[in-house]
């Protein structure tokens, strides 16, 4: 099946399109766009700018990727949007590029971005991570793999949110959430280890019995987030899954959702 441009959508002809693309009615992709094999614009969806989509995306009616940055501070220079294989961008999604020159806004791959999602300029978005409607993060946000983030849920710029961490809608997070976690509240705190959706996703009750014990230490008993580290990693027996925790907390620099 070769790629299909309905006569209403305008393409310039300086894009790159995979192999068995569907480009919809009244879909506009600019110069700087490469769509990889397969993907589909359903109508009405705007790709601009230097982005680049890998293959089997699929992107609904009114959205936009890879639009100039919202960012007060732009001063122009070539900024980019790149994103992986099979995601899905339901209607009214917004990816915007990147600030500066030579920045780039990242989404991973199997990501599922339900209507109304905004990504803002230089966002880190993993893979497998479900953003509800409305759910927004601003600019320099890092998202991990498996992340879940409910809807009309807002995140803070710079702040991060922890692989197989669940955000509740209408969540403000102005803080890192870490990975493993329920995070929930206006603003934000860390209410308990997301146990189901780490079973969904094959973790050991063992690991996630420790995980348990590890959200106790830092959100229960009261220490300050050093000496936590420092009890979390003396009692507790290692696992990858404890290490990623660990170092996440170590290296936050806007602090921990409590």
Not at 74 to 90: A, C, L
Request: with cysteine; aromatic share 6%; charged share 20%.
């Amino acid at each position: 099946m070769s790629t299909v441009i309905h006569p209403t959508a305008i393409v310039h002809p300086d894009a790159v399109l995979g192999d068995d693309c569907w480009i919809g009615p009244y879909c506009i992709v600019g110069a700087g766009v490469r769509l990889g094999a397969r993907c589909r614009l359903h109508s009405h969806v705007v790709v601009d700018g230097n982005t680049a989509l890998g293959s089997d995306n699929e992107v609904f009616p009114f959205a936009c990727l890879g639009l100039k940055t919202q960012d007060l501070k732009w001063k122009g220079g070539v900024t980019r949007v790149e994103i992986g294989d099979r995601n899905v961008f339901r209607e009214y999604v917004t990816v915007h590029s990147a600030t500066s020159d030579g920045g780039t806004t990242r989404v991973g791959s199997d990501n599922h971005f339900l209507a109304y999602v905004h990504l803002a300029h230089d966002v880190d978005v993993g893979s497998h991570v479900v953003m509800s409607n409305v759910a927004t993060l601003a600019g320099h946000v890092a998202v991990g793999d498996h992340a879940v983030i409910g809807g009309l849920a807002a995140v803070h710029q710079f702040c991060r949110i922890g692989s197989f961490a669940m955000i509740g809608g209408c969540s403000k997070v102005v803080q890192d959430v870490p990975p493993y976690m329920m995070a929930d509240g206006n603003p934000a705190e860390t209410r308990f280890v997301n146990k189901v959706g780490l079973e969904r996703n094959g973790f050991s009750s063992e690991t996630i019995k420790h995980l348990v014990s590890a959200f106790k230490i830092f959100f229960k008993e009261g220490l300050t987030t050093s000496n936590a580290l420092t009890k979390a990693a003396g009692e507790l027996p290692p696992s990858p899954a404890l290490d990623h925790l660990l170092n996440f907390i170590r290296t936050t620099e806007r602090g921990i959702s409590k």
